[in-house]
Nanobody, 123 residues
Framework: QVQLVESGGGLVQAGGSLRLSCAASGRTFSTYAMGWFRQAPGKERDFVAFIRWQGTTTYYADSVKGRFTISRDNAKNTVYLQMNSLKPEDTAVYYC????????????????WGQGTQVTVSS
């Protein structure tokens, strides 16, 4: 009964920036971690980044390390993904996800998912 709503996607030129937001509502007390995944047409859903809801642990896919930053605002039940130096290969639908317990957080095996937001990076 956790609902996730992504926002902030859009069209941007290569080298530009976007910030995605994921607002969580419902039974969020037991949330262990939140993550971002992305899926391009005809491709698998791939890991982007995750953050523990408590503590300081974050982790990034090699493809976005140094360009993307995941952060949280616990008071607002919101997670952000700051995306800088965007490349055409970043084009995908970006999904926010929430996990209730420890698991392999780089896999698309979370308990709750948002509907996705489109990010398109033009050349």
């Amino acid at each position: 009964q956790v609902q996730l709503v992504e926002s902030g996607g859009g069209l941007v030129q290569a080298g530009g920036s976007l910030r995605l937001s994921c607002a969580a509502s419902g039974r969020t007390f037991s949330t262990y971690a939140m993550g971002w995944f992305r899926q391009a047409p005809g491709k698998e859903r791939d890991f982007v980044a995750f953050i523990r809801w408590q503590g300081t642990t974050t982790y990034y896919a090699d493809s976005v390390k140094g360009r993307f930053t995941i952060s949280r605002d616990n008071a607002k039940n919101t997670v952000y993904l700051q995306m800088n130096s965007l490349k055409p290969e970043d084009t995908a639908v970006y999904y926010c996800a929430a996990a209730n317990s420890m698991r392999l957080l780089t896999r698309p095996e979370y308990d709750y998912w948002g509907q996705g937001t489109q990010v398109t990076v033009s050349s």
